[in-house]
């Protein structure tokens, strides 16, 4: 009768990679939904050169600068195209390049942030410490930063808006908006859904939540 096989001759499962750390983390996740509010890169008439695999399209430049600056920190090289399209109406994207030797590294660090983020926004925050309270808030004022720059906006008199195609991105946005003490509605759209602020105090404070701080002087030793 044969043996049984041991454990030891069992093949292994892959091991989990190890979960970021809270500034790697922070960055990350930024990269993630400021990805998640564009829609995929695709050929659009009359604007030159179709965009490659691996790029990220921006209308904004602040959305674009802000990518890059992100993914310095990261220390993934990228690559800062501006192209301009239309006829009549003349607009220019920003299209972020990063290079093919580097992308998949970039995919599984923006992948594993985006994972790890949502997951300890939508998670349950029951006996969470300070720190790390302090970092859910800080992942939430930076889900928001991302939308306000590159997301779809929707302002009407009496509410801020975002369009978003990205369903998961809309309940981050949303329970995000908590976090910061203001509450969110979510609507659909024509083709896509709608978060929204009302507009006076709550559209203030989310704004000044996912407002950058100001650069802080190197202090001198």
Avoid at 95 to 119: D, N, S
Avoid at 160 to 171: Q, S
């Amino acid at each position: 009768m044969a043996s049984e096989p041991r454990l030891l001759d069992r093949p292994r499962l892959p091991s989990s990679p190890p979960p970021l750390d809270w500034l790697t983390l922070a960055d990350a996740f930024e990269v993630a939904c400021l990805v998640r509010c564009t829609p995929a890169p695709t050929a659009r008439p009359h604007v030159p050169t179709p965009p490659e695999r691996g790029a990220v399209e921006f209308n904004r430049e602040d959305a674009a600068l802000r990518m890059r600056q992100l993914l310095a920190r990261l220390d993934v090289p990228v690559e800062h195209e501006v192209v301009t399209g239309g006829l009549r109406r003349r607009y220019e994207l920003h299209r972020l390049h990063v290079p093919a030797g580097h992308r998949a590294g970039f995919t599984q660090l923006r992948e594993a942030g985006w994972r790890q983020g949502r997951r300890e926004l939508l998670g349950p925050a029951v006996g969470s410490s300070t720190p790390r309270a302090a970092w859910r808030t800080r992942l939430a004022s930076a889900a928001w930063r991302s939308a306000l720059l590159a997301g779809g906006r929707h302002v009407r008199r009496h509410i801020l808006g975002i369009r978003l195609a990205d369903r998961e991105l809309a309940a981050v946005l949303i329970r995000s908006a908590a976090l910061l003490e203001v509450p969110a509605l979510l609507r659909p759209g024509a083709g896509c859904l709608v978060v929204s602020v009302a507009d006076g105090p709550d559209r203030l404070r989310i704004m000044e939540r996912a407002a950058l701080a100001p650069a802080r002087t190197p202090t001198l030793v």
